[in-house]
T-cell receptor, first 112, second 117 residues
Framework: AQTVTQSQPEMSVQEAETVTLSCTYD???????LFWYKQPPSRQMILVIR??????QNATENRFSVNFQKAAKSFSLKISDSQLGDAAMYFC?????????FGTGTRLTIIP | GAVVSQHPSWVICKSGTSVKIECRSL??????MFWYRQFPKQSLMLMAT?????????EQGVEKDKFLINHASLTLSTLTVTSAHPEDSSFYIC?????????????FGPGTRLTVL
């Protein structure tokens, strides 16, 4: 079974600074998808960024980028120019065998 | 992005009663719908996957007779918690996806908070 590990239960960053959230996963598959989701206090899950495993180029979405290391099974999220609205729970997720497996989450606090 | 709604957004019920939660895809046809459960300060755990017109596939450890899932149309799936007990109190989230590719993005509903007294 696939597992997703987020080793940082909580992180904080000063507004306008950069923060990196870590994620590792375990799989025997070669083709899969990885995601970062944001869950604000409203509890609505919001897709932040997506990475296809067959693509070597790291995905980028505005201030959000990933560092995908396939051999190391690592998938970290970098948030640049952090904003107050970035405060939320962030979940790393793996899609394989037709289902999403989520990590335990990292609570990100933005310090004004 | 596509919109998925859930109803109700919160529900309180007495122990032993049944509760139905609806999940609707508002602007696309959802060939597959997923039901997740999220306990406080924990992650989302997949309960079951349902394809329109087929029986749901339940994850290991999820009681199919307790959590009845129906996906009767391409826009509606329902989760019925039968004979609910306090330990069933949780946040239930559905997601929906369409298409037939290797991966079809899941769009999440806003969730339903169930409290069983």
């Amino acid at each position: 079974a696939q597992t997703v590990t987020q080793s940082q239960p909580e992180m904080s960053v000063q507004e306008a600074e950069t923060v990196t959230l870590s994620c590792t996963y375990d799989t025997s598959e070669s083709d899969y998808y990885l995601f970062w989701y944001k869950q604000p206090p409203s509890r609505q899950m919001i897709l932040v960024i997506r990475q296809e495993a067959y693509k070597q180029q790291n995905a980028t979405e505005n201030r959000f980028s990933v560092n995908f290391q396939k051999a190391a099974k690592s998938f970290s999220l970098k948030i640049s120019d952090s904003q107050l609205g970035d405060a939320a729970m962030y979940f790393c997720a793996y899609f394989g065998n037709e289902k999403l497996t989520f990590g335990t989450g990292t609570r990100l606090t933005i310090i004004p | 992005g596509a919109v998925v709604s859930q109803h109700p957004s919160w529900v309180i019920c007495k122990s032993g009663t049944s509760v139905k939660i609806e999940c609707r895809s508002l602007d696309f046809q959802a060939t597959t719908m997923f039901w997740y459960r999220q306990f406080p300060k924990q992650s989302l755990m997949l309960m079951a996957t349902s394809n329109e017109g087929s029986k749901a596939t339940y994850e290991q450890g999820v009681e199919k007779d307790k959590f009845l899932i129906n996906h009767a149309s391409l826009t509606l799936s329902t989760l019925t918690v039968t004979s609910a007990h306090p330990e069933d109190s949780s946040f239930y989230i559905c997601s929906a996806s369409g298409g037939s590719g290797p991966y079809n993005e899941q769009f999440f509903g806003p969730g339903t908070r169930l409290t069983v007294l």
